[in-house]
């Protein structure tokens, strides 16, 4: 399976700010996956990122607040924009190798 | 919305016990995976059981399928207290690669 090195592991950011949230993989894979888990919650997909393309955002995450990029293969980074309290949470990334899924360590976010 | 759907939210019981956990989801699936997450930290692959088996093992692990009733069960048996984490079944949504959790159980080992 592939290992997900994720960027930072945590930070306190100023609610107006952004921060730009990294993932790198140590294999060429197509499709990249972002999650926010809010505190005591479960993971809800925020969108799914392949190479070359527009990410595909699900329902009540937008482009605009949660921009994506892909440069490559191995590499993605999730922006969390003009940021809020009520976005503090837990931010992973995942890619699928086969039928496994790999996770990111996660990025705590905390907006104060 | 998630489509995974698990039973208990939380459960509690005693060191030395089983402990069982279902999920149930809404749509046809590749394979389902159960996934574990001790509290602050990522997330631990469990197990994975495709759409044409019924029963999985590993170790402590028993995982069911039931494709007509779209559910799943986790079972664990003989419970540690390092078992105390929150479980989240996983459904792979036939024709789509991603993984959608369902609101996970909150299991809570006693000793």
């Known amino acids: 399976s592939a290992v997900i090195s994720q960027k930072p592991s945590r930070d306190i950011c100023q609610r107006g700010t952004s921060l730009t949230i990294q993932c790198q993989v140590d294999?060429?894979?197509?499709?990249m996956f972002w999650y926010r888990q809010q505190p005591g919650q479960s993971l809800t997909l925020i969108a799914t990122?392949?190479?070359?393309?527009?990410?595909?955002?699900e329902s009540g995450f937008v482009i605009d607040k949660f921009p994506i990029s892909r440069p490559n293969l191995t590499f993605s980074t999730l922006t969390v924009s003009n940021m809020s309290p009520e976005d503090s949470s837990i931010y992973l990334c995942?890619?699928?190798?086969?039928?496994?899924?790999?996770f990111g360590s996660g990025t705590r976010l905390t907006v104060v | 919305s998630q489509q995974g759907e698990e039973d208990p939210q939380a459960l509690s019981i005693q060191e030395g016990e089983n402990a069982t956990m279902n999920c149930s989801y809404k749509?046809?699936?590749?394979?389902l995976q159960w996934y574990r997450q001790n509290s602050g930290r990522g997330l631990v692959h469990l197990i994975l059981?495709?759409?044409?088996?019924r029963e999985k093992h590993s170790g402590r692990l028993r995982v069911t399928l039931d494709t007509s009733k779209k559910s799943s069960s986790l079972l664990i048996t003989a419970s540690r207290a390092a078992d105390t984490a929150s479980y989240f079944c996983?459904?792979?949504?036939?024709?789509?690669?991603?993984?959608?959790f369902g609101q996970g159980t909150r299991l809570t080992i006693n000793p």
């Open positions: 995942s890619v699928v190798w086969g039928m496994s899924y790999t």
């Open positions: 294999s060429q894979v197509t499709m």
């Open positions: 990122a392949n190479q070359g393309s527009e990410a595909t955002y």
């Open positions: 749509t046809s699936i590749n394979n």
């Open positions: 059981i495709r759409s044409n088996e």
């Open positions: 996983a459904p792979v949504i036939q024709g789509a690669q991603k993984l959608v």
